[in-house]
């Protein structure tokens, strides 16, 4: 596990966080990645900005690059992390990084893979990028999920083998092209010339359909600002570094019914079990 102080750290930018698997994944990859002091990181796929945000508030003394391919994104990243020393996302193709060879010593790939067509070739050109010895973290959704994370995907592929793949209600499988298990993730990190050193799975109770709570109501709400500032400073993961406001916000309300089911989970979950999110920490020769 991580130093009690970095372990204080994370449990402080996670604190408002709502969804449990990105609570989860977040804690993976900064226990995974250890000292971040002066080491040369890439956010492959960084979305909003929110690890760059975090890794910054870990170590002042970190290189931090981050790229993605939608350009909204990458606003919206700037936005949020624009102002922070040394971190600007660039916008680029995860097939064609416009780095130099051996360049970084870590990668985190969080939710990105599942976009892409050509997983094998995409996770080669990060070993180019990575220096000898370098570390590559992925996360990805689990082919197995458990059902009340996403009861209606499930029951579709259960029962009509198919799956909702856009709009407020695709949950889990919202603009993927696959989901992984352990054995396909596994196999993509080591036919692209990683060597696996370790894989988790996790977070296997959840609130009802929380999948599309979260992110087809929630996220737009933030997003568009019709909350108040009350309700979104409690709801934004990003806003780790404000105080969340009143125990009795609705919103931290709920958080706290959250907290009380994800006791129930592990870190790392037994083999078998339906969980939202596999990690992989796989390392360049």
């Known amino acids: 596990m991580t130093e009690p102080a970095t372990a204080h750290q994370i449990e402080h930018m ?23 002091d002066g ?31 939608e350009f909204p994104l990458l606003v919206k990243a700037r936005r949020n992390v624009g102002h922070l020393s040394g971190v600007l996302p660039a916008n680029a193709s995860v097939y ?6 051996a360049t970084f010593d870590a990668v985190i790939l969080s939710e990105v893979l599942e976009h892409v067509e050509r997983d094998v070739e995409a996770l080669a050109e990060i070993r180019r990028v990575l220096k000898p010895g370098g ?8 082919a197995d999920f458990p ?35 352990p054995e396909q993730l596994r196999t993509a990190a080591l036919e692209a010339g990683f060597r696996v050193e370790a894989e988790r ?21 933030i997003e568009s600002g019709l909350l108040g500032d009350g309700l979104t400073n409690a709801a934004d993961r990003g806003s780790f ?21 994800d006791r129930k989970n592990r870190m790392s979950e037994p083999q078998g079990r339906s969980t939202v999110n596999l990690c992989l920490k796989a390392r360049k020769p």
């Open 14 to 36: 996670t604190r408002k966080e709502a969804d449990m698997a990105f609570k989860r994944r977040a804690w993976t990859l900064f226990e995974w990645l250890g000292d971040t």
């Open 39 to 69: 080491k040369v990181i890439l956010d492959c796929g960084c979305g909003r900005g929110f690890y760059l945000k975090m890794l910054r508030h870990l170590s002042a003394t970190s290189r931090l690059l981050g790229i993605d391919l």
């Open 96 to 101: 064609d990084l416009p780095y130099a060879g």
């Open 135 to 142: 570390v590559l973290l992925i996360t990805v959704p689990h």
């Open 147 to 181: 059902f009340w994370w996403d009861p209606i995907n499930k029951t579709l592929e259960r029962f009509f083998h198919t799956h909702i793949g856009r709009g407020p209600l695709a949950g889990i499988w919202a603009n993927h092209v696959r989901l992984y298990t």
């Open 201 to 221: 799975s996790f977070t296997h109770h959840c609130f009802p359909f929380v999948h599309n709570i979260l992110y087809g109501l929630g996220k737009p709400l």
């Open 241 to 261: 570094d404000r105080d969340g406001g009143s125990a009795w916000n609705p919103v931290n309300l709920g958080l706290r019914v959250l907290n009380r089911i």
